[in-house]
């Protein structure tokens, strides 16, 4: 079992930039990949950024290539999303999720969600 709750969300202007992170419970949290997702009001959820378990591995979102990072620390059973040149349509509720790699970047699903942190970028 894993928990994860997720900090560092908040009300931005546009070009600025956030750093989400998600704090995970357990002691085998380097064994799952992690990833972000987000939902925006009235739209499904989409898959953001994903990183496997050691985090030699990352991937993105078309959307946001370029634009935001994610990283582990796996001594602190920690993964972040570092944000930066935020755009209004970034506005979303964003979760953090483990499983594994497939279910994360392919399915995107996870086994385990965190409860959300909102994001408001203004224009």
């Known amino acids: 079992q894993v928990q994860l709750v997720e900090s560092g969300g908040g009300l931005v202007q546009a070009g600025g930039s956030l750093k989400l992170s998600c704090a995970a419970s357990g002691r085998t949290f380097s064994s799952y990949a992690m990833g972000w997702f987000r939902q925006a009001p009235g739209k499904e959820r989409e898959f953001v950024a994903g990183i496997k378990g050691s985090g030699s591995t990352t991937y993105y979102a078309d959307s946001v290539k370029g634009r935001f990072t994610i990283s582990r620390d796996n001594a602190q059973n920690t993964v972040y999303l570092q944000m930066n040149s935020l755009k209004p349509e970034d506005t979303a509720v964003y979760y953090c999720?483990?499983?594994?790699?497939?279910?994360?970047?392919?399915?995107?699903?996870?086994?385990?969600w965190g409860q959300g942190t909102q994001v408001t970028v203004s224009s």
């Open positions: 999720a483990a499983g594994d790699w497939a279910t994360i970047t392919f399915w995107n699903k996870g086994d385990y």
